[in-house]
Nanobody
Framework: QLQLVESGGGLVQPGGSLRLSCAAS????????VGWFHQAPGKEREPVSC????????YYVDSVKGRFTVSRDNAKNTVYLQMDSLKPEDTGVYYC????????????????????WGQGTQVTVSS
């Protein structure tokens, strides 16, 4: 069974950091494009950051550029989202998603494009 599991969320003060993990089971993430998506309370899910199948291309929404970094560890079959300088508006549920159908160097960051999803992890940024 193909499964993605997010972890690493929690409560953090503004300016703090968290590292979210997206671990795959039942398949190898290497060769899959992976996206991170954020759903703030009462709002629709939106893309945050995505990485191409080749890892050569990444995308960040403007609001997180310079603060968040997406990376992949193939040995651990895991993709990470390092979140620094967190702001209250970063609060919400973070989902990871994977899909293997994109061109290897293309980064796709719309949730419509992803077939496999995790259950989400809650991030709360508050003093």
């Amino acid at each position: 069974q193909l499964q993605l599991v997010e972890s690493g969320g929690g409560l953090v003060q503004p300016g703090g950091s968290l590292r979210l993990s997206c671990a795959a089971s039942g398949f190898t993430l290497d060769g899959y494009g992976v996206g991170w998506f954020h759903q703030a309370p009462g709002k629709e899910r939106e893309p945050v950051s995505c990485i191409s199948r080749s890892d050569d291309s990444t995308y960040y929404v403007d609001s997180v550029k310079g603060r968040f970094t997406v990376s992949r560890d193939n040995a651990k079959n895991t993709v990470y989202l390092q979140m620094d300088s967190l702001k209250p508006e970063d609060t919400g549920v973070y989902y990871c998603a994977a899909d293997g159908s994109f061109g290897v160097d293309y980064v796709v960051c719309g949730d419509y494009a992803y077939d496999y999803w995790g259950q989400g992890t809650q991030v709360t940024v508050s003093s």
